[in-house]
């Protein structure tokens, strides 16, 4: 059975296919790059259309829903994706390193950057005279 793959660049999706088939995971699945770089698989749901509202034109609510739009086709309903992370989270599963917003070293798991560069921003001093009164340097 294929592996179902929603990522466009060739390498990338050699690496999930890899990656997939090393583990076992599930081939009924696809699968994509999630939001911080790490193996997941694409979530949807089905849900009313944002942009739509009742056609009757009387600006009360009605019971029959939205009447269409351009923006969902003029059927009322979307179709939402999302990344869903594969469990458990562990480093063979992540496709792009995490790195350090600010100095840019490899990190072992998200958070808002490394340990020398947290301490440097903890130590910083606070403008505005009190803390929480303003932004840091």
């Not at 029959?64 to 969902?72: K, L, M, N, P, Q």
């Amino acid at each position: 059975m294929k592996v179902r793959i929603s990522n466009k660049d060739p390498k990338m999706r050699r690496r999930i296919r890899r990656l997939v088939r090393k583990h076992g995971l599930d081939r009924r699945k696809v699968y994509c790059v999630g939001y911080f770089g790490e193996l997941a698989t694409v979530g949807r749901a089905t849900g009313d259309c944002s942009g739509c509202s009742c056609d009757c034109g009387d600006g009360y609510g009605c019971s029959h829903g939205a009447g269409g739009c351009e923006e969902c086709g003029y059927t009322g309903k979307r179709v939402q994706t999302w990344p869903d992370p594969v469990l458990p989270a562990r480093a063979e599963f992540q496709l792009n390193p995490l790195t350090c917003h600010q100095c840019k070293q490899p990190m072992a798991h998200f958070d808002a950057g490394c340990a020398p560069c947290a301490a440097a921003m903890a130590a910083a001093p606070v403008v505005g005279g009190e803390k929480g009164g303003g932004g840091t340097l």
